[in-house]
């Protein structure tokens, strides 16, 4: 069974730019999460999506923001990048049920801005 | 104020050397403990989930416990192989957002 699947690997953007991160959930998940790893906060969560309906945000600025296909595939967008955005984006999958929600972690996306 | 902490923050052991790792929470309802190995550059690698205060899962060289303030992954004779960051997180009622710990950097030489 293929895992999580995140595109690109790695990106270096400016300040000031967009960026568009995607995930491709495990087959047969309907939630995808994503979070952000940095060496100062560590892992923080920036939203949930659930049969594409955002069901928890983090405590993010609405710079960030995400959404979710038919498909259960996900892209989130970072807009007017802040030096401090630089990090380890991670999308993680799972059922999304209360009982069968362990998450399943993607190789993450590292961004760089300049 | 932090709802999860981990401890040792950083630990090195030497092959076939067992310890702990501690990871204590402070949450209203824990829907699930979950715990994860991420290796440099890597996303973390799903190890276990716990439910229930006294719920204890195994695997090779690992095995974690939980208790209703605190969850230990315990690792016996463990091997260079297991060197990593090992990562808590806890999962409330209220929601299906992971709220994870700092992890625990372990270095286990030969």
């Known amino acids: 069974k293929a895992g999580v699947t995140q595109t690109p690997r790695y990106l270096i953007k400016t300040r000031g730019q967009q960026v568009t991160l995607s995930c491709s959930p495990i087959s047969g998940h309907r939630s995808v999460s994503w979070y952000q790893q940095t060496p100062g906060q560590g892992l923080q969560f920036l939203f949930e999506?659930?049969?594409?309906?955002?069901?928890n945000k983090g405590n993010f600025p609405g710079r960030f923001s995400g959404r979710q296909f038919s498909n259960s595939r996900s892209e989130m967008n970072v807009s007017t990048l802040e030096l401090g955005d630089s990090a380890l984006y991670l999308c993680?999958?799972?059922?999304?049920?209360?009982?069968?929600?362990?998450?399943?972690f993607g190789p993450g996306t590292r961004l760089t801005v300049l | 104020e932090d709802q999860v902490t981990q401890s040792p923050e950083a630990l090195r052991l030497q092959e076939g050397e067992s310890s702990s790792l501690n990871c204590s929470y402070t949450v209203s309802g824990l829907r699930g403990l979950f715990w994860y190995r991420q290796d440099p550059g890597k996303g973390p690698e799903f190890l276990f989930t716990l439910y229930s205060a006294g719920e204890e899962k195994e695997k090779e060289r690992l095995k974690a416990t939980l208790t209703k303030k605190e969850s230990f992954l315990h690792i016996t004779a463990p091997k260079p192989e297991d060197s990593a960051t090992y990562l808590c997180a806890v999962q409330e009622y209220s929601g299906y957002a992971l709220n994870f710990g700092k992890g625990t950097s372990l270095l286990v030489t030969p």
């Open positions: 993680a999958s799972s059922f999304g049920l209360p009982l069968r929600d362990t998450q399943y």
């Open positions: 999506y659930f049969s594409e309906t955002q069901r």
